[in-house]
């Protein structure tokens, strides 16, 4: 039996209004109490996990310590928290489904005509208190994917509902967040669509404890008032998450609004006095670091900035421990690719470069071009995954001179395959959650770039590739300077770097060290990098 509190966030009018943003303000406002808290995603799309997913579709794939490929909410989760996530923290319609068919056909419910209720609700149910049981949470903070109404989330939001009656109203909390647009004719703001969505959550039987209301500027009071007034509930319990300058911002206005205490007391723990020192120095230096440094972000997925999300935010931790302001220059590769943009005239002003992550052959040529200009130019430089990959490509064929030289995956009747897929990956007949996935110790090479941020003989970062650097073409590699610098305990290469005096800073890594980047403790690579760009000695 748990002993945990259970607090479920839900949406209405439209996606992305901020429910993720919310979850995690709420869960560090109870952690910063003493509290121990966890997050539940919850999608209600019938992919199993987010792994397959195309990010201009969905965003970046946040994957956990234990491999789990999810919803980019969990890097929120994570990076407010502090605390390392599993992929039972992200629960989807697929994975419930998935589990409900096959206790059918194992005849666990023998005799029984399977329906939506009681036996998909009690699947959600019993993953949710999985989660509380597992960890040993004070408060899980489950956040309902989506918007009230639609048909796919029903089911989960009656399993809240169910949740409500069974542990009982002290242990138990909704708050629903709306957007309240206005209008830009008359500056006025509208309460009807956050009406409508609370009227909408009570058809299915779900009475809102609070309403945290979205908005462009800070909520005026008669808009307060009518939405009090419609939820049923105290203007107090009234809360408005208005635009600001960094997410990061957000649990401060909701802790100045009296979230933190109200919902700690609603839910009979001790409301005490939150310890927010930490956050609101990290928020000052995020916002008052001055010293620009331009970035270019080079990759395939830039119309869409969630693609890079975790990159994106590992960035502003390194930049504000630092002192220094990230100013991104995103680089589509497909532009640099079909001569759309020249790489000398847009790398021309940058202080440094992160070669972006991304499947598949489209802009590879593009990037590879990138990388040329990057090394023979000595802008320092950051490649993660496959742009670790495209490093090793780029060096094969103009340094070491063998033409032709490619990854498998782009080319695979390559003569020189410096990148091949990993020997385990070559029986896989399925591709979701089938690669090389989580975190794995890397062993550290002294005297180097990598042990030098890092400050450490062995490390632990995440994964999530199927090809890797093919061993064999390590020798001609080192014999023109990339040499590597981090290796895996079965021989893998982990980390390639150019130690040649003239580059000031150029890593490669094959992991994500993006995932495990904290505002209060922010990712070594990343900090290295922004370092050099700056020529701050560390």
């Not at 491999?67 to 980019?72: F, I, K, Q, S």
């Not at 209720?117 to 899980?140: C, F, N, Q, Y």
Request: charged fraction near 25%; proline fraction near 5%.
């Amino acid at each position: 039996m748990s002993k945990a509190r259970f607090v479920f966030v839900t949406g209405g009018v439209l996606s992305s209004v901020g429910k993720g943003i919310i979850a995690a303000s709420l869960g560090l406002l109870l952690s910063s109490r003493g509290y121990s808290v966890g997050a539940v995603k919850i999608d209600p799309y019938i992919n199993v996990d987010a792994g397959t997913m195309n990010p201009y579709a969905h965003g970046e794939v946040f994957v956990t310590e234990d491999g789990g490929e999810t919803d980019l909410d969990l890097g929120h989760y994570e990076r407010f928290l502090n605390v390392n996530l599993t992929r039972k923290h992200n629960i989807t319609t697929g994975q419930v489904y998935f589990s409900v068919i096959m206790k059918e056909r194992r005849g666990e419910y023998l005799g029984q005509t399977v329906q939506i209720i009681p036996h998909v609700t009690e699947e959600i149910k019993s993953r949710v208190r999985e989660v509380a049981v597992e960890t040993g949470v004070d408060v899980l903070v489950v956040e309902i994917g989506g918007t009230v109404g639609d048909i796919e989330g029903l089911p989960f939001l009656e399993a809240a509902r169910q949740m409500r009656l069974e542990e009982g109203f002290d242990r138990t909390l909704f708050i629903h967040v709306a957007l309240a647009p206005e209008l830009s004719t008359t500056g006025e703001q509208k309460t009807k669509p956050v009406q409508h969505s609370i009227q909408e959550l009570r058809r299915i039987g779900v009475q809102p404890d609070m309403v945290v209301v979205r908005t462009r500027r800070p909520l005026e009071a008669e808009a307060r008032r009518k939405i009090a007034l419609y939820a049923t509930l105290p203007e107090s319990h009234v809360f408005n998450s208005y635009d600001v300058d960094t997410i990061y911002r957000v649990p401060l206005i909701l802790e100045d609004q009296g979230l933190g205490g109200l919902v700690a007391r609603r839910l009979g723990l001790r409301e005490g006095k939150p310890d927010l020192s930490e956050w609101r120095w990290f928020v000052d230096r995020l916002v008052s670091s001055s010293r620009v440094v331009r970035i270019a972000m080079i990759g395939k997925y830039t119309k869409l900035k969630d693609s890079y999300i975790s990159i994106v935010e590992a960035l502003k931790h390194a930049g504000a421990h630092l002192g220094l302001k990230p100013e991104l220059s995103w680089i589509e590769a497909t532009d640099i690719e079909e001569s759309r943009v020249d790489v000398e005239s847009a790398l021309e002003e940058v202080n440094g470069a992160i070669v972006l992550p991304g499947f598949g052959k489209r802009g590879v040529e593009g990037k590879i071009k990138a990388i040329k200009h990057l090394r023979e130019n000595g802008i320092p430089t950051l490649g993660i995954c496959f742009g670790l990959q495209l490093t090793v490509v780029e060096a094969a064929r103009n340094l070491v001179g063998l033409e032709g030289a490619h990854t498998t995956e782009v080319d695979p009747k390559t003569p020189h395959p410096v990148i091949d897929l990993l020997p385990e990956q070559k029986d896989v007949d399925r591709l979701g959650g089938t690669m090389r996935l989580g975190a794995s110790p890397i062993k550290l090479v002294a005297d180097t770039i990598a042990y030098r941020v890092y400050k450490a003989d062995v490390v632990f970062e995440r994964h999530r590739h199927r090809y890797e650097v093919n061993n064999k073409y390590l020798d001609v590699l080192e014999s023109v300077g990339l040499r590597v610098s981090g290796w895996s305990p079965r021989g893998l290469v982990e980390i390639m770097e150019y130690d040649r005096g003239e580059h000031p800073f150029y890593l490669g890594t094959q992991f994500h060290p993006e995932f495990k980047s904290r505002p209060l403790k922010p990712s070594p690579p990343f900090t290295g990098f922004l370092a050099s760009t700056a020529g701050i000695e560390l």
